[in-house]
């Protein structure tokens, strides 16, 4: 009797705990824009949601929490916003700015070395499991090592880009047609870890990180037939539009205007397979009697791809459409239906959820993010603590035009990294960025420009000029092997006693090398030219 009572009294205080404690879950699209949702994120501007796009889960989830109509990624790559919402910090501080970080790899900055949200979560000492499912972060490597006790890297590489497509890419083995972008499967393996989460009565923290909607768009068959029906109703295409895809063998059949509805339309019913995906892990949530005890986040690693009119630019540009991003949160003591128009970062997470779990354990003092506990309990009434320097948005890219960013209350300051040029934005009433404020307030201007230098100066942000002179030195390098290599090939063809086969090999092989040779010496042409260009786009 006595062994009974004391686990009867054991079980209640586990589920007294386990109720006390929240839960949090995590839902992180890939390359998904600010417009291109059908939740509008401001609720006054309901034409910021995307005419064509279903997301009725989204639109669910808005309802019972709370959006964002300022809220920021990291970066408008996806590496570097990964690291840098996986840690609390810009990437500048974290020091992964962006995608092939030839100074990172230089200077082979240790990613591990930083705190993770799981290993924070784990500090917290409240029993949470953790669990991360999906894309990762390459620098990062197996989310294992970073606190996360569950995980579905289970291939031979770490989880990318091309487990989105493939379902073994290391031997092109193709994700299922009825699993595009493998939504579903993300789904029920988040499934299977909160119902074994019902069974053992243990908080958790989730993070489902999606392939979707990045390219090589795929999507349900009958999903993308419903949106080709739309679509060519929409344009007036008498006899609908065949569903053949660039990638079919009789894509040669498809005229150029149908092709390029074909690919609105089947990125429409990927955007609706990602959310159903979602709809299903909501679901298992309530389903479980887990709603209300669980905060769920849900945003995107950088801007989209399609348009993100009004917003300009997109994916790897600086300019609102490549930072500014959808955002939703419902839990506890979050109100329904409501609305935050204070600037957030996705850096923010990690110290938010430090002080929702309410931890005691000390977090690193040199954290950009800073709690929205406050404006998750009291909306816009909510008092923020102050932050040390703004959002930071540094993208010294090597690939594309690099701009830092800055915003400082509802002022956005650029800057061209080759040029130095400068524009000022107040994209609370300007969100397009259209009109340049920099030469008619030049104080401002000025007061940003000193703070912006003094916290890339803090951080030891990398320069332009030594990134372009890391990958002169990386790109060198390869053409001088290249070289080598085509020499070595073509001493060893010389041979008398080579056979056929031998002989055939060899000729392939100094066919790579030859144009690995001539590949490297392109991008090295292109370095050149962009390191002096002053485009903005």
């Excluded at 009291?378 to 035009?401: C, I, M, W």
């Amino acid at each position: 009797m006595k062994t009974t009572t004391f686990t009867l009294v054991t079980l209640a205080a586990e589920i007294l705990h386990a109720a006390d404690t929240p839960n949090f879950v995590i839902i992180y699209a890939d390359d998904l824009g600010y417009t291109q949702t059908s939740v509008p994120m401001m609720k006054d501007r309901p034409g910021l949601a995307h005419k064509l796009h279903q997301t009725p889960n989204l639109e669910k989830l808005a309802q019972r929490g709370m959006r964002f109509s300022n809220a920021y990624c990291p970066s408008p790559v996806c590496t570097s916003s990964r690291a840098s919402i996986q840690h609390g910090k810009t990437t500048a501080r974290v020091g992964c700015i962006s995608i092939h970080d030839v100074v990172m790899n230089k200077k082979k900055i240790d990613l591990g070395k930083n705190l993770s949200i799981a290993e924070m979560i784990k500090e917290a000492d409240k029993g949470h499991v953790t669990a991360f499912f999906g894309k990762g972060c390459s620098p990062m490597h197996w989310f294992k090592d970073h606190g996360y006790d569950v995980t579905d890297f289970n291939h031979k590489n770490p989880n990318g880009n091309g487990h989105g497509d493939w379902w073994e890419p290391a031997d092109r083995i193709p994700v299922p047609l009825d699993d595009p972008k493998r939504v579903f499967s993300l789904a029920r393996t988040a499934g299977d870890f909160l119902k074994e989460r019902a069974k053992d009565r243990k908080p958790f923290y989730l993070m489902v990180s999606h392939y979707a909607v990045h390219v090589r768009n795929t999507s349900l068959k009958t999903t993308r037939e419903k949106y080709l029906k739309i679509v060519a109703a929409d344009n007036g295409i008498e006899g609908g539009i065949p569903d053949i895809s660039r990638f079919d063998r009789s894509s040669g059949e498809m005229p150029r205007k149908l092709q390029s509805l074909w690919e609105r339309a089947n990125y429409a019913a990927m955007m609706e397979n990602m959310d159903s995906s979602i709809g299903m892990v909501l679901d298992e949530l309530t389903a479980l009697g887990m709603e209300e005890n669980t905060y769920v986040i849900f945003s995107s690693d950088n801007g989209g791809g399609q348009s993100n009119a009004p917003l300009q630019g997109g994916k790897a540009k600086m300019w609102e459409g490549g930072l500014r991003i959808p955002m939703i949160v419902a839990g506890p003591g979050i109100a329904a239906n409501s609305q935050c128009d204070k600037p957030v970062a996705q850096w923010d997470y990690l110290t938010t959820m430090h002080d929702l779990v309410g931890s005691t354990a000390a977090l690193p003092d040199d954290l950009d993010g800073i709690s929205l506990r406050p404006v998750l309990e009291q909306g816009n009434d909510g008092k923020l603590a102050e932050r040390d320097s703004g959002l930071v948005f540094h993208f010294p890219a090597h690939y594309t035009v690099p701009i830092t960013a800055y915003r400082d209350g509802d002022f956005k300051l650029m800057r061209h990294l080759n040029s130095g040029e400068i524009k000022m934005f107040n994209v609370d009433e300007d969100m397009g960025e259209s009109n340049d404020l920099s030469k008619t307030m030049p104080e401002k201007t000025a007061d940003m420009v000193r703070k912006l230098d003094a916290y890339l100066e803090k951080v030891g942000a990398w320069k332009m000029e030594e990134v372009y002179a890391t990958r002169t030195d990386e790109l060198e390098k390869w053409i001088a092997d290249d070289k080598q290599k085509v020499a070595n090939i073509n001493q060893q063809l010389t041979a008398n006693n080579l056979n056929a086969g031998d002989r055939k090999k060899l000729a392939g092989e100094l066919k790579s090398a030859q144009s690995r040779q001539t590949h490297h010496r392109s991008n090295l042409e292109k370095l050149n030219l962009d390191r002096k260009s002053t485009r903005w786009f």
